[in-house]
């Protein structure tokens, strides 16, 4: 089975700042599907961005961009311009073959006003 | 659409008895999958269907545990008897297609289950 690992369990960044956060994965798949979800204290898991591993170029959703390096099997989320809304519990999700989501452990983002 | 939709949001019962946690998927999404999220687990996968029909079964913990879909907009996770271990957030989420096929699952507000 594929893992991720978010080594990070804990991140502050100040507000306006910006903020990257880790994730790894370790798959023997070429083509594969990574995602960030954040969960706010609502508990609802929102899709914050997607990335499809057979792309180069990496996505970006608004202040939200990724550092995908796909021989390292690194997929790291910046956050720029953080804002008080974005303190949250940030999951790294990773899509192959099997059907399954697997999911990191998640990085708890604090943000400092 | 409204999203994914649970019921309860939170649910609090005694030790031995049953629950039932409900899922209503996004219109159209042929895939629905239930987890359940714990401190020390994180987010397991416990079962996962196909246009009505269970797919993969091999999350769910043992066999009080049971998930049926009925209609492609109604689904069940029944625990019986419950168990304080089972105290855990229970999340249900759809996609269209497979998550092989790099669709986003989309998730409901979860059921905060606590067994006493």
Partial sequence: ?113 | DAGVIQSPRHEVTEMGQEVTLRCKPISGHDYLFWYRQTMMRGLELLIYFNNNVPIDDSGMPEDRFSAKMPNASFSTLKIQPSEPRDSAVYFCASSLNPPGGGDTQYFGPGTRLTVL
């Fill in chain 1, 1 to 113: 089975a594929q893992t991720v690992t978010q080594s990070q369990p804990e991140m502050s960044v100040q507000e306006a700042e910006t903020v990257t956060l880790s994730c790894t994965y370790d798959t023997s798949e070429s083509d594969y599907y990574l995602f960030w979800y954040k969960q706010p204290p609502s508990r609802q898991m929102i899709l914050v961005i997607r990335q499809e591993a057979y792309k180069q170029q990496n996505a970006t959703e608004n202040r939200f961009s990724v550092n995908f390096q796909k021989a390292a099997k690194s997929f790291s989320l910046k956050i720029s311009d953080s804002q008080l809304g974005d303190a949250a519990m940030y999951f790294c999700a990773y899509a192959g073959t099997g059907n399954q989501f697997y999911f990191g452990t998640g990085t708890s983002l604090t943000v400092i006003p």
